[in-house]
């Protein structure tokens, strides 16, 4: 699978239920969740892959999208618009000292207690492979 790096990977969870209020009653509702690495926090400057800094475990994407109606919070997380990480990465590829991040990885969305759960879904280079 292709390296994560901060140039434009996209990651998807769905559900992402979210307490919505109608008429005053919090009424949870599925919405999709989507992180873009482009607002990914980065932790390491060494590894460079195809013009972006490479990510790894730690690298933590400060908010994600798709759940702003629900302003109540997740249903595990009670947060909305949280932020987004990698759960499972690379089992022998490193990157500053910790897994590499790659395509299809599992990711946690909306939260450090991960409201929803997605994958990596599209790759931010065509260039450097991942095979672990």
């Given at each position: 699978m292709f390296a994560n790096t901060n140039l434009g990977v996209l990651s998807l969870a769905f559900p992402d239920v979210c307490n919505v209020p109608v008429s005053?009653?919090?009424?949870?509702?599925?919405?999709?969740n989507i992180s873009i690495s482009l607002m990914d926090i980065p932790v390491q400057f060494e590894v460079?892959?195809?013009?972006?800094?490479?990510?790894?475990?730690?690298?933590?994407s400060?908010?994600?999208?798709?759940?702003?109606?629900?302003?109540?919070?997740?249903?595990?997380?009670?947060m909305f618009m949280g932020?987004?990480?990698?759960?499972?990465?690379?089992?022998?590829?490193?990157?500053?000292?910790v897994p590499c991040t790659h395509l299809f990885d599992l990711t946690?969305?909306?939260g450090m207690l991960p409201n929803a759960e997605?994958?990596?879904?599209?790759?931010?280079?065509?260039t450097v492979l991942v095979f672990s």
């Open positions: 005053g009653v919090p009424v949870p509702t599925p919405f999709p460079i892959i195809g013009g972006g800094l490479g990510e790894n475990l730690i690298t933590i400060s908010m994600t999208q798709g759940d702003e109606a629900g302003v109540e919070g997740g249903l595990e997380s009670v932020p987004a990480r990698t759960l499972l990465g690379s089992f022998t590829v490193y990157v500053g000292g946690g969305q909306n997605g994958t990596s879904l599209t790759p931010a280079q065509i």
